[in-house]
């Protein structure tokens, strides 16, 4: 079966870095997407993996290790703002995205 | 401004209802989906179109169906709601479906409450 797997729920502090983890196991793989969500609201995009290494856009990077299943999304400098659930979501054989749950990160003062 | 719009923003629908999600996208996008997102759980699709005129099947499409006669609009029928299908329905788009950085976005849902 197709399986996502992040933390549930993490806590970070205003001004530091946190790394968020993401496994997957997808039929077939055609790259992995990384999504925020706040409360409320409709996931914005952040990023987009589809060969290994790491990519890397302002404040935020995702890396992606096909070999592992393994992907990770860093935020750097953090601020209030950045408290919001974030979506892993690799594309399958099909080109569905397979959605996890989520990470709701905390970020305190 | 250029985006998706959903309507309504929420409805509290008594079982046994019938009851059309609409959902109208003004970026020329060829692809379309229907999502439910529930708590703890992560979206989850129901319904997908790849270009006008085309619709297939999601990981739960019972108990809706969708048509896309134009490439703006995609709505989502329930022909006979359900308490299980109380949930959060969100419709996306993207410029192709298929592989690629084609970012999926997204409308602002519709809260759904069937009684």
């Known amino acids: 079966g197709q399986n996502i797997d992040q933390p549930t729920e993490m806590t970070a502090t205003e001004g530091a870095i946190v790394q968020i983890n993401c496994t997957y196991q997808?039929?077939?793989?055609?790259?992995l997407f990384w999504y925020q969500q706040h409360a409320g609201e409709a996931p914005t995009f952040l990023s987009y993996?589809?060969l290994d290494g790491l990519e890397e856009k302002g404040r935020f990077s995702s890396f992606l290790s096909r070999s592992k299943g393994y992907s990770y999304l860093l935020l750097k400098e953090l601020q209030m703002k950045d408290s919001a659930s974030y979506l892993c979501?690799?594309?399958?054989?099909?080109?569905?995205?397979?959605w996890g749950a989520g990470t709701k990160l905390i970020i305190k003062p | 401004i250029a985006g998706i719009t959903q309507a309504p923003t929420s409805q509290i629908l008594a079982a046994g209802r019938r009851m059309t999600l609409r959902c109208t996208q003004d970026?020329?996008?060829?692809?379309m989906y229907w999502y439910r997102q529930d708590l703890g759980l992560g979206l989850r699709l129901i319904h997908y179109?790849?270009?006008?005129?085309?619709?297939g099947k999601g990981e739960v499409p019972d108990g809706y169906s969708v048509s896309r006669a134009n490439t703006d609009d995609f709505p989502l029928t329930l022909a006979s709601a359900v308490p299980s299908q109380t949930s959060v329905y969100f419709c996306?788009?993207?410029?192709?479906?298929?592989?690629?950085?084609?970012?999926?976005?997204f409308g602002p849902g519709t809260r759904l409450t069937v009684l």
């Open positions: 996306a788009s993207s410029e192709e479906s298929g592989g690629g950085a084609y970012e999926q976005f």
């Open positions: 970026m020329r996008h060829n692809a």
């Open positions: 179109s790849n270009t006008a005129g085309t619709t």
């Open positions: 997808t039929s077939g793989f055609n790259g």
């Open positions: 993996n589809v």
């Open positions: 979501a690799p594309m399958d054989s099909n080109y569905q995205l397979i």
